[in-house]
């Protein structure tokens, strides 16, 4: 594995490109900050909503929320700042805990209109089941349900704007740059929109009526181009700094966990659900890296600690199988342990992980793999 220069990002880390000099563009792009015009990018975002601000009352723009910290912020900038009339819609995931619920109730109380969307549990977790067998996401419907229901509530009401958060293939790396999360992004990035991943596909595959995928299916092209709906990152126009957003939005009455989340040494993001922490160890077991990599990262580029630092915390905090929730989810997904080692074993990378001489995977004596490589 090939880690970058100034962060500990990994050639394996899906659409991450390095420079000349070794440097991921993830890095890359956090020193193009510095060389943009956001006073020039504040006007066009002003200027954007002074062109859709409705004067009958009507919603200017849907926000997709979680309760979570940007969704929080989003919704409070676009009211205050940009005197927007927003409706917030949440994709209710199917493992909501209750500091998410604590969270979102505290972003209602704002003083917001929310819509909460819950999917149909049995097919929810049907859906939950087969990605995770078959594309190795517990969390892929949901991954569907995030984006697409607050589209097709901003098609169904006429609401002509979607505010999401930051950019990922600008903050995170990779080519998906610009300021709109259109279906074009989504086909590219969105990581879903394969053949394999295609929700209609496998609902045919798995006998799974068409009537009953309706939140995981995107609305058609023609339709959102017909009702002109645009849909924009909000960090796009503003330059975005994460801990700047969570102090805002602490002030605010967000509350963070009282643990670090498993898989990482931080307690800020991630807070409303029970099985994120599988789908990160899932990520690392494809990839190589995990949450405290993205997080050490960061904390790298913001000049909050050091590489040595950043090493040592990704060493102690990834790559253990999340427990807090384990029999849970074991119980949930209808897995034993050796069902869960089986899916495990399918998608974990044999190029990253320790093997034996038959070629299988060697595990510790709390059922965690053994990586080769660690950044340097």
């Not at 990002?9 to 510095?34: H, I, Q, Y």
């Not at 209710?92 to 819950?118: A, C, H, Q, S």
């Not at 993001?269 to 160890?281: A, F, I, P, R, V």
Request: with cysteine.
């Amino acid at each position: 594995m090939k880690y970058c220069k100034n962060c500990l990002f990994p050639d394996t880390k899906p659409m991450l490109k390095f420079n000349e000099e070794g440097v991921c563009d993830a890095c890359s792009n956090w020193s193009r900050k510095d060389s943009i015009d956001w006073d020039k990018r504040m006007e066009q975002l002003k200027q954007l909503a002074n062109e859709l601000r409705r004067t009958d009352g009507g919603y200017d723009c849907v926000i997709p929320v979680s309760g979570g910290k940007d969704s929080t912020y989003q919704a409070l900038y676009a009211r205050d700042e940009l005197k927007l009339n927003p409706l917030l819609v949440n994709f209710v995931p199917r493992d909501l805990v209750e500091l998410g619920r604590k969270n979102i109730e505290n972003l209602k109380n704002l003083g917001f209109d929310y819509i909460e969307f819950t999917a149909n549990p049995k097919i929810y977790r049907k859906l939950a089941k087969i990605g995770l067998t078959e594309f190795g996401d517990v969390t892929w419907p949901e991954h569907h349900g995030l984006f697409i229901v607050p589209v097709k509530v901003a098609a169904a009401y006429k609401i002509p704007l979607v505010i999401w958060g930051e950019n990922p293939q600008f903050e995170y790396g990779g080519p998906g740059l610009g300021d709109q999360l259109d279906f074009e992004w989504l086909k590219k990035f969105g990581g879903f929109w394969l053949d394999e991943y295609n929700v209609e596909t496998v609902g045919v595959k798995h006998n799974i009526e068409l009537k009953n995928l309706n939140p995981f299916i995107y609305p058609k092209k023609e339709e959102l181009e017909n009702m002109k709906l645009r849909s924009i990152f909000l960090f796009y126009f503003l330059r975005y700094n994460i801990y700047d957003v969570l102090e805002f939005v602490k002030k605010n009455g967000f509350s963070v966990d009282d643990r670090p989340k498993e898989g990482t040494y931080t307690n800020w993001e991630n807070l409303d659900e029970k099985y994120t922490g599988m789908h990160d160890y899932f990520k690392w077991i494809k990839y190589g890296f995990g949450r405290a990599t993205d997080h050490a990262s960061l904390d790298m580029r913001h000049g909050k600690i050091t590489r040595e630092e950043g090493i040592e915390l990704v060493r102690k905090n990834e790559g253990k199988i999340p427990t807090r929730y384990f029999d849970e989810f074991l119980l949930d997904m209808e897995l034993s342990k050796e069902d869960f080692y089986e899916i495990v074993d399918k998608f974990a990378n044999k190029e990253i992980f320790e093997i034996d001489s038959n070629g299988k995977f060697i595990r510790d004596q709390d059922g965690n793999l053994q990586k080769k490589f660690w950044p340097e």
